[in-house]
């Protein structure tokens, strides 16, 4: 069925002109659009065009709808849209306040708080109020990225302890700060979910987006484009240089296997508590060569239990063990009767690679020129299930210590990590030898 440029099949949008489907995002006085359909819109959208030309499409569109030329009957229908106006742009600052850190948008939200101050004063409170929500949240997104950075430059300083295994005395070690395995994988969960609260879902639809070089007024919104979803990526790599530079670090091969097992178990308590991003960033650290070629240290540990967790997390089969994992955990938590039970953080690196591999699969618009919806209801279903996924509070108490610790501390890079690994157990054939020499010629 086809109407006013829009084709849907089983009452299910399918494909639709731009300009129809911004039309149909537009309220009016007896309609107002479908919840999912404004998401889905708000999502993909910016794969055509810019959020603030769509925001000043929408808001112009929606004011020229109530022109009759008549000055009191104008401002009569405007009162009565005015509401919907605002529940839409509340939809839009509440799921996506990160489109406003663009001046233009906030300009342009201004803007539509005066025209509606004219009509409708319950509306004119009602922006007040969306606009102080959203002043909010972009402050607390500002403080967070501060904190990101601040964090991360503490943990670049490189002290000199951390050159050699013979002057690492001096730094503590994990066991130290934490040696229970559930306690340090509730501090895991605590820093991911913090940093998975602060990703806009916009944030994977961006990472497609605006790819026309000519594209005039995409400095500002390139330099902000994915910096959360990137600090996210981030943290995963430097827990997993952490896990390997905690075992490449002692001295001793007791202490080394005592580290391999405590790891396994924390990561075992991740798997429990439906935190995958974690526990992957453990076996991948575990699994660096400078750890796994550490075959004495590794003859002291029972290795049953990180092999069943390697078997969970086997990329085979496009990772079909970890997705049957994935989906137990979603039950769990649709059903969940505790804070703790609602926890599910996906492998956050497949997530990404699955919503980029749906966007490169699908074309974005068909041989008419319509836009695909088939595919933005497919994205808007990934991201949206991830937006569930990002709104659980961490039922578990904050140490402070331990937090710290795992954010702060310095680790190895990976020439140091080879050359921490070969002090523990020497090079054992010529090209280890050589790779020794020529990292302690460095």
Known sequence: ASHNSMCYHDNSLVSASLEALIQHLVPTVDYYPDRSYVFTFLLSSRLFLHPYELMTRVCHLCVEQQRSGDALLDKIRFREVAPKLVQLLTEWTETFPYDFRDERMM????????????????????????????????????????????????????????????????????????????????????????????????????????????????????????????????????????????????????HRARIIEFFIDVAQECFNIGNFNSLMAIITGMNMSPVSRLKKTWSKVNTDKFEILEHQMDPSSNFSNYRTALRGATQRSETAHSSQEKIVIPF???????????????????????????????????????????????PFDRDR??????????????????????????????????????????
């Open 401 to 442: 210590r331990i937090l710290q610790y795992l954010v702060t501390t310095p680790v190895f890079s990976e020439d140091e990590l080879h050359l921490a690994s070969y002090e523990s157990e020497g090079p054992e054939n010529n090209m280890e030898k050589d790779s020794r020499r020529s990292l302690r010629w460095v």
């Open 107 to 254: 300009r342009c939200l201004k803007d539509m708080t005066h025209h509606v101050a004219r009509g409708d004063e319950y509306s004119w409170r009602a922006m007040q109020q969306m606009t102080q929500r959203l002043i909010k949240r972009l402050s607390a997104l500002g403080q967070y990225e501060e904190a990101v950075a601040a964090l991360n430059a503490v943990a670049m300083e490189r002290p000199a302890s951390l050159k050699s295994k013979q002057a690492s005395g001096q730094r503590s070690d994990v066991l130290s700060v934490c040696d229970d395995p559930f306690i340090l994988a509730q501090q895991l969960t605590h820093i991911e979910l913090d940093r998975l609260s602060f990703i806009g879902p916009e944030e994977f639809i961006q990472t497609f987006a605006m790819k026309d070089p000519l594209e005039n007024h995409k400095g500002f919104f390139r330099k902000r484009k994915t910096s959360n979803l990137e600090a996210y990526v981030n943290w995963f790599n430097r827990l997993s240089y952490l896990v390997a530079t905690e075992i490449c670090m002692p001295v001793k091969k007791k």
């Open 348 to 394: 956050f690196s497949l997530l990404i690679k699955d919503i980029y591999f749906l966007n490169e699969g699908c074309a974005s618009r068909l041989a008419n020129g319509h836009i695909n919806f088939e595919k933005l209801w497919e994205l808007a279903k990934q991201v949206s299930e991830f937006l569930v996924w990002r709104q659980v509070i961490c």
